[in-house]
């Protein structure tokens, strides 16, 4: 089993047809995390409180919890 920290900053690496999150990344942890991997982690697994998940046209997508924090927002 792997070990992984609570991530409070996730960035969308922009790499899908449209500009979509394909991948993400976690300082400390790497880049090019799948979506479906986070989506996991942060939906069943319960990893990184400060993220949810929402989902357009079947898709889903990671990106930070509002709180006023541009910090933690996946693509700014």
């Known amino acids: 089993m792997r070990w992984y920290y609570l ?3 996730i960035k969308g690496n922009h790499d899908g ?3 979509e999150n394909k991948t993400y990344t976690i300082p400390g942890r790497g880049s090019n ?4 991997t986070l989506v996991r982690e ?4 319960n990893k990184h409180p400060d993220h ?4 357009i046209n ?3 997508y990671v990106r930070g919890k509002a ?10």
């Open 42 to 45: 942060i939906e069943k697994e």
């Open 52 to 55: 949810s998940t929402y989902e």
């Open 33 to 36: 995390i799948p979506r479906k």
């Open 17 to 19: 047809k449209n500009g």
């Open 58 to 60: 079947g898709v889903k």
């Open 67 to 76: 709180d006023n924090k541009k910090n933690n927002n996946v693509n700014s």
């Open 7 to 9: 991530a409070k900053i």
